[in-house]
């Protein structure tokens, strides 16, 4: 099908099912004992929240999850798993932002932001430090970009431990603040994304932005119909279950969207968390 | 969830996405060159009809493939994809057996049977013996049966194989002619049997019912709500597709009808060929 050799690093068989363990293993172990003493907190309805949670009872430490109401049953079983303290608020960033703010203000907790945070960047950095351990040389990495954490990372770790392999980022076209903002070398927030990758609905960070900018070669973007034909061949011919989220750089590829022809190139599976009952096949 | 260690042989990773690869390779590499040379010829609609289309291929002999006309498209697709010759026939298994006569005459290939043959044994025989050698000394290996090729294989294998792991085999309530057969000591076919495990359909065959009685220690059988759920489980949390027939042994853990506290336990997901659209959840 493609005259090309593609290697897949396949975060969906990652600790909580997605790369986000890594981001938050890395920022609740950096923490001095005196600043994390309190225990942690963050607002999430997604792969954050259980990997933050998850990290915080490694470590013995409290973690206070703010989530939406009106979040699946499934996400606040896994935070109650590893036993992490949820308040629910009405569903909007601004009562997600207030309450997590009173929580933390009530508790002493700090705050782990998803992905705008240099100690979640530097563990989301080992995925793709992993992969270029594991495929010498690769020309080209692919990788989803959604708030820019595992995409700033993956960066940083080409540019350090590569011998010139190039980043492209790749983001559904319902939901392409980050491609806007590349082209622009302006950050440009994300309004009203719609796109079945429910992964990469936020507006990239202020932190991860310089970095992208700076170590990213590109960034493009793919319709929602090559996410779910990517999706559907993962699932076919790979026998491995994948979200939207992850699918997005091989829909970048089948939708011709990047020269991989004659290239080694790793493409980063971000993870496997979905509803079997929505799938969209 | 359970005081046990389960080891999972993933045979949906597999050539063709199932075990079926291991003994059509074996059986259309053992026959001399004189008795091969026209080509093999099968009558399947499941994934011996794909395995024997790439094995003959492998060899450079042509594969006689009798399908019934309502076979799913996606499987005439993968016969195709391996230039299997592919002869339709009405859906009745009369007409299938009429019809694989008919081109035997014609061509002068040989039938490779998908489990009642020696050489297809000993080639499914190779799944449990690596299993073996990956996992040393299992009290358990739990193993799904159809018409008994990998099960008579992988008793075999445990019995030269192994220090004393006992092989249990775990079939549809709906299709339990292998239980009854085991249970009475004499060869009941399947009649009409029901089951959401399209790869147990079928009846035990003659060669692989008395290695079934000799080496195999007990069979249980499972409902069709316990197939379901853990073929949810296995989706969910171990993150890869297999198809319902896949997920029968484990059933069998969830359901209580094997006895796998404190063990070690070898698993064998058999396949992981399925219609995305007709998934059961």
Redo the contacts between chains.
Sequence with gaps: MFETNLYFKCE??QKV?AFKSRGAVNAVFSLDEEVVKNGVGTHSSGNHAQALARAAKLRKIPAYIVMPENAPQVKVDAVNNYDGIITFCKPTLQAREKTLAEVIEKTGAIEVHPYDNYKVIEGQATCGKELLESVADPDLILCPVGGGGLLSGTALSANYFSDGTDVIACEPAGADDAYRSFKSGKLIPSINPQTIADGLLTSVGQRNFPIILKYVSDIVTVSEEAIIKAM?FI??RM????EPSAAVPFAAILENKVNVNGKHVGIILSG?NID??K?P?
């Design positions: 969906n068989f099912g559907s699932f076919e026998k491995i279950v994948v496997g079997l009952k799938l096949f």
